[in-house]
C-alpha cells in the first residue's frame, strides 16, 4: 500500500480540473450511497464521462463487493471495476456528526444513488421531501428489488431474484432443462445501464441547489422484463407460454452455437436468407435452398426443420478446425464467430486494436491491471477509465477537507467518534 501522502496526492490529481477535461459530466457531482452492483453500477457510467463520484460506505460495514472474489495480490476485482474513477468515504448516517457530514455533501451534490430497502432512507430523516427541500435541484437515483411500491416493495431484493422474477431464468435453459441463473450479475447491470440513463434524464434542466430535482423510482426487476417484452407480448396475443429453447431462439433460425473438430466452439446467427442460403451451399447442401421448409425464417423455426438445419450445420462444423470454419464463414460473408474464454479475450486482436481492454496501474498499491475499457465511444468527449476502484475511505482527507472544509483535528476527532 502506498503511504497515504502520496495517496492522497494521487486522489487530488484525479479529481483536479486537468484530469476530468474535455468530460462532458465533469461538473456534474454524485453521491453514491449505494451497495453491491445495480446502483453502483450507474455511478461508474456516470464517473466514466467525468462526474465528480463520491462513494459513501458505513465505516463498519464495507460494501459486500469488496470481498469477493479477492486474489491472492490483494486485489478486490468487484471493487476494482464497479468502483472505477469514484472517491470512497466513509460516513455513519446514524451517528449525527455524520449525518451532517452527508447534508453537507447533499447541498453541494447534484445526483444521489442509493439502494437501500424502502422505508429505510425515510427511518434515518433522510426522506427524499427534505432532501430535496434542502437541495431542489438534487436527482436521486432510487433502486430496490421490486421497487418503492406495490405488495413486494418490503422484501429483500437481489439480482438472482430478480432474474427469476421478470421471465429470464425461466427461458435460460435447455428444452426440459433446469432453469440456469446467468453467470454475471445481468439484472443488476440492467438496471444499473436504465438508472444511468433515467438520470442523465433528470439531469436536464435541472440546476444544483435552485431547482429541476427528480426521484427515479428503478426496480432491479423490470429492466430485464422490459428486454423480454416480445416474448411476454407473443403470450398475451397467443395465450401460448413461451418455452426455453437452449441456445436458440424461438423466433429465428438457423441460431445456435457448434462444436469444431479441435474442440472449440462458434456461434452461427444466419436467419436472414440471403446468409442462410450462402451457409447451405458452404457446407456442401444447396438443394436446402430450394426446399420450402427452409424457404423463409417462418419455415424453418418448426421443430421439425431446425432439427435438419442443426444436424446439417452441426456435421459440418464439427468436420472442420475453428480457424477453417471462421476463415471460410468470413470469406462467404456467414454471420459465425468465436465463443471466446478471457484467455482468448485477452490476446484478440479486435478487443487489441479497439482498446476493448486497458491496462493501468492501482492508485493505492501499483499493482499493474487491466480493465475493460468505456464500452463505447464519442466525437470529442470519449469516456475514460481514470483509475481503478480505491479501498475503503480512501478519499476520507481529501473529500473532507477539500471539498467541506474540515480540518485534519476535525477529521482525527470524527474518526474516534465513530462518524467517519
Not at 64 to 91: C, H, L
Not at 161 to 187: D, F, H, I, K, R
Not at 349 to 373: I, K, V
Request: aromatic fraction near 6%.
Amino acid at each position: 500500500m502506498r503511504p497515504r501522502e502520496e495517496l492522497n496526492r494521487l486522489i487530488r490529481e484525479q479529481r483536479s480540473e486537468g484530469s476530468t477535461a474535455g468530460l462532458p459530466l465533469r461538473d456534474v457531482r454524485v453521491i453514491d450511497l449505494a451497495t453491491v452492483m445495480a446502483a453502483p453500477f450507474a455511478a461508474t457510467l456516470l464517473g466514466d464521462f467525468g462526474a465528480d463520484v463520491i462513494k459513501v460506505e458505513n465505516p463498519d460495514v464495507p460494501d459486500a463487493i469488496r470481498g469477493w472474489g479477492v486474489t491472492d495480490t490483494g486485489v478486490q476485482p468487484f471493487i476494482s471495476v464497479i468502483g472505477r474513477n469514484k472517491f470512497p468515504v466513509t460516513m455513519n448516517l446514524k451517528a449525527p456528526e455524520g449525518k451532517r457530514l452527508f447534508l453537507e455533501l447533499i447541498d453541494r451534490s447534484d445526483v444521489l444513488i442509493e439502494n437501500m430497502r424502502p422505508g429505510t432512507m425515510e427511518k434515518l430523516g433522510l426522506d427524499m421531501d427534505a432532501l430535496l427541500r434542502r437541495n431542489p435541484g438534487l436527482v436521486v437515483g432510487r433502486v430496490s428489488g421490486y421497487g418503492q411500491a406495490g405488495p413486494w416493495s418490503g422484501r429483500p431484493g437481489f439480482g438472482t431474484l430478480a432474474e427469476g422474477l421478470s421471465g429470464y431464468t425461466y427461458l435460460n435453459a435447455q428444452p426440459g432443462g433446469v432453469p440456469t441463473n446467468p453467470p454475471l450479475a445481468l439484472a443488476d447491470f440492467a438496471a444499473g445501464m436504465h438508472l444511468a440513463f433515467a438520470i442523465m434524464i433528470g439531469l436536464r434542466g435541472q440546476k444544483r441547489g435552485e431547482g429541476g430535482g427528480q426521484v427515479i423510482d428503478m426496480s432491479l426487476y423490470e429492466p430485464l422484463f422490459g428486454l423480454l417484452g416480445p416474448d411476454f407480448l407473443t403470450y398475451s396475443l397467443t395465450g401460448v407460454v413461451p418455452q426455453p429453447q437452449g441456445n436458440e431462439l424461438s423466433y429465428v433460425a438457423p441460431r445456435n452455437n457448434y462444436r469444431t473438430r479441435d474442440g472449440k466452439w462458434v456461434a452461427l446467427s444466419g436467419s436472414a436468407q440471403k446468409p442462410f442460403e450462402r451457409l447451405m451451399a458452404a457446407i456442401g447442401k444447396p438443394e436446402m435452398n430450394e426446399d420450402p421448409r427452409f424457404k423463409t425464417n417462418e419455415a424453418r423455426i418448426k421443430d421439425e426443420n431446425r432439427r435438419v438445419i442443426n444436424q446439417a450445420i452441426s456435421e459440418w462444423i464439427g468436420s472442420k478446425g475453428a480457424d477453417d470454419v471462421l476463415e471460410t464463414c468470413d470469406r462467404l460473408g456467414i454471420t459465425v464467430g468465436p465463443i471466446a474464454s478471457m484467455e482468448e479475450i485477452a490476446r484478440n486482436p479486435q478487443y487489441l486494436e479497439r482498446g476493448s481492454w486497458l491496462e493501468m496501474e492501482d492508485l493505492a498499491t501499483g499493482t499493474p491491471m487491466r480493465l475493460p475499457n468505456v464500452p463505447f465511444r464519442m466525437l470529442g468527449s470519449a469516456g475514460r477509465v481514470r483509475f481503478p476502484g480505491l479501498p475503503q475511505g480512501a478519499a476520507n482527507e481529501v473529500i473532507y477537507k477539500d471539498l467541506l472544509g474540515c480540518t485534519g483535528e476535525e477529521i482525527c476527532r470524527l474518526a474516534e467518534t465513530g462518524a467517519i
